[in-house]
């Protein structure tokens, strides 16, 4: 379908503005942490506390979201966008509240190492650990580490899938749904959607290729050899079966569009159950835009009804 028009219209305000890839690393985290201004207000959670995860690389920081304190809820360990070398917490904040509230759910924002000061695998440890910190406390959370679900976005949504590749391989802990929302997953960036997308939509190829290139801390060189628990894209066959059941929204309007359908097709012939779902007329940012273009909300929407989907039927439990 067209492009929303109050995507477009955002879109207009940005179009004097310089590329996401031509900027410095200051400049390029203060315009990802500005986007937060293009959300809709933050609500009100009844709990929210910032922790430190204590893990083997030292203590990384997490806001808890819970909205019903006194009951065992679903848990949800959120891993924010930013191309692994920007966002964080407070980028992430609305959106989880919202998450928080919606899905009825213990919300966990997670603020890992970013690139290029701390690069791959540096961000996968930190979601590994607090994945694992997670499980291990979730009673004292408020959560149900038997209803645990990984999800994120871009970046974020690529961190979510590998720690559930490793959480398989590991033995645990236990995941029961993975969310990836417009995930970043394939460094070749040569899918139709990169070509027909490269420019004008926020998020660019030349941005992605600085992403990959500064989170793999290769500045030079090709990218088609990356690790696979840096690029889920390029795991074999045998590394997808037996993960727990994902749901992946893509975004109409994004150059990794076609990665994130791709990805969910190769998990449905490994035998995953996979849900995916393109949002029409939006972009890759669309999570963070509702302040702006109400019709981004149905990517939220859409993120709400697969969480709920995934804590199934099962009521919440008095802790008292």
Known sequence: MPLDPD???YLSTLADGPDLGALSLAELRAAVEGITASCAPAPEVAEVRDLSADTAAGPVPVRLYHP?????????????????MSGSIGHMDPVCRKLAREAEAVVLNVGYRLAPEHP??????DARAVTAWAAAHARGLGGDAGRLVVAGDSAGANLATVVAMLARRDGGPGIAHQLLVCPALDPRMDTPSYRRLADGYVCTRRTMELCWRTYLDRPHGP????PALAAPALAPARDLEGLPPATVLTMEYDPLCDEGEEY??????????VAVHR???VIHSALHLDGVAPATAQVRARAVAALRSAFGAAPSVPTA
């Open 7 to 9: 995507v477009r219209a």
């Open 68 to 84: 019903a304190p006194g009951t065992v809820l679903p848990m949800v360990l959120y891993f924010h966008g930013g191309g692994w």
């Open 120 to 125: 791959f695998p540096a961000a996968l440890d």
């Open 223 to 226: 990218l088609d050899d990356a």
């Open 264 to 273: 969910a097709a190769r998990l449905a012939v490994a035998g995953v159950p």
């Open 279 to 281: 949002c029409p007329g």
